[in-house]
């Protein structure tokens, strides 16, 4: 299993993976330069590259890091309710119970950031 993370060191934040043993980290910027952050090595698509690093000598020992949130900037963020076994007790229609995310219009999932008052009040330029 491969286990990616973002942490940070006296020396300032980085991203790695963990060794095969789970004692070091292997530090991922340092391997793959043109990378940033876990988020740029994500929209690369470069998981199978960073893979191949599971098996070198670590850079770090795990006691020596601090963890941190594994995606420093993320675009979006889903939260699905469906937390406990008996959630789909809760829906008496047939319908709604083979449906594990229930029937929410996408509308709900999506972020629309408000206007300012003076972008509310601003008349489109002609």
């Known amino acids: ?4 993370f973002s942490y940070s060191t006296a020396e300032g934040s980085s991203f790695g993976i963990l060794s095969a043993d789970g004692g070091g980290v292997i530090d991922l910027a340092k391997r793959l330069p043109t990378i940033g952050n876990m988020n740029e090595l994500l929209i690369q698509q470069k998981l199978e ?12 020992s795990v006691a020596e890091v601090t963890f941190d949130r594994l995606l420093p900037a993320p675009g979006k963020i889903f939260c699905i309710g469906v937390n406990y076994g008996g959630r789909s007790a ?10 594990p ?24 330029t002609t």
């Not at 299993?1 to 990616?4: K, P």
């Not at 590259?49 to 770090?60: G, H, I, Q, Y």
């Not at 995310?101 to 489109?124: C, D, F, N, Q, W």
């Open 1 to 4: 299993m491969t286990r990616l």
């Open 49 to 60: 590259l960073a893979r191949t690093f599971v098996d070198e000598k670590p850079d770090l």
């Open 90 to 99: 809760e829906y008496t229609d047939k319908v709604r119970r083979s449906v």
């Open 101 to 124: 995310i229930g029937l929410y219009p996408i509308r709900r999932l999506v972020y629309r950031p408000r206007k300012t008052a003076s972008e509310a009040t601003r008349k489109p």
